[in-house]
């Protein structure tokens, strides 16, 4: 009846796929980001890493929770360096915002909009970071992210390139997917 169909169809969303159970068993948890921000005062190697963005109309809430996700992160000495490409007013108001906010976050507006090869190549060249993240204005970065990347350099330093593995979120960050290992 009815009331059976309502049973399966609550089951069904009640389960969880492989890889949300995937990420519960391996992404850190509220506690392990605290102890991570501690274990990073241990690391005897603390490079400057300099994310950047090259921005252009991003919707400014998206963009809000873009920035918000590199100040997040467990590793602090970072840069986030910006190119606007002449967005509208409230992208860049947004922008100048977090720039007072947090001085490790730099901007360079530009006069008009060039293309994300010429933005990202400006906002490149605010950077003074030892190495480079580069982030879409429309990404979120995960919490451990830069930690991740400095445990890889302490054990060594030759290290030139990492590559990360990445996924999609809903709209309304409840639901991962498309995940990309």
Same mark, same amino acid.
């Given at each position: 009846?009815?009331? #059976?169909?309502?049973?399966?169809?609550?089951?069904?969303?009640?389960?969880?796929?492989?890889?949300?159970?995937?990420?519960?068993?391996?992404?850190?948890?509220?506690?392990?980001?605290?102890?991570?921000?501690?274990?990073?005062?241990?690391?005897?190697?603390?490079?400057? =890493?300099?994310?950047?963005?090259?921005?252009?109309?991003?919707?400014?809430?998206?963009?809000?929770?873009?920035?918000?996700?590199?100040?997040?992160?467990?590793?602090?000495?970072?840069?986030?360096?910006?190119?606007?490409?002449?967005?509208?007013?409230?992208?860049?108001?947004?922008?100048?915002?977090?720039?007072?906010?947090?001085?490790?976050?730099?901007?360079?507006?530009?006069?008009?909009?060039?293309?994300? #090869?010429?933005?990202?190549?400006?906002?490149?060249?605010? #950077?003074?970071?030892?190495? =480079?993240?580069?982030?879409?204005?429309?990404?979120?970065? #995960?919490?451990?992210?830069?930690?991740?990347?400095?445990?890889?350099?302490?054990?060594?330093?030759? =290290?030139?390139?990492?590559?990360?593995?990445?996924?999609?979120?809903?709209?309304?960050?409840?639901?991962?997917?498309?995940?990309?290992?």
């Amino acid at each position: 009846g009815m009331k #059976a169909l309502i049973v399966k169809i609550k089951n069904k969303v009640l389960q969880r796929s492989d890889y949300q159970r995937w990420i519960i068993n391996n992404e850190p948890s509220k506690k392990d980001l605290a102890k991570q921000r501690s274990e990073v005062e241990a690391f005897d190697y603390k490079p400057l =890493i300099s994310v950047i963005m090259p921005v252009w109309n991003t919707p400014v809430e998206i963009l809000e929770q873009t920035i918000r996700s590199v100040t997040e992160q467990t590793y602090s000495n970072w840069e986030l360096c910006i190119a606007d490409g002449n967005s509208n007013i409230e992208t860049q108001r947004l922008i100048s915002i977090w720039t007072e906010k947090d001085p490790r976050i730099k901007i360079k507006f530009l006069k008009k909009n060039q293309g994300i #090869a010429v933005n990202t190549n400006e906002a490149l060249s605010l #950077a003074q970071g030892e190495f =480079i993240a580069f982030l879409d204005h429309d990404d979120l970065l #995960a919490p451990f992210a830069l930690f991740e990347v400095l445990k890889s350099l302490q054990s060594n330093r030759t =290290i030139d390139i990492i590559y990360s593995d990445e996924d999609l979120i809903s709209e309304n960050e409840k639901k991962r997917y498309g995940h990309h290992f």
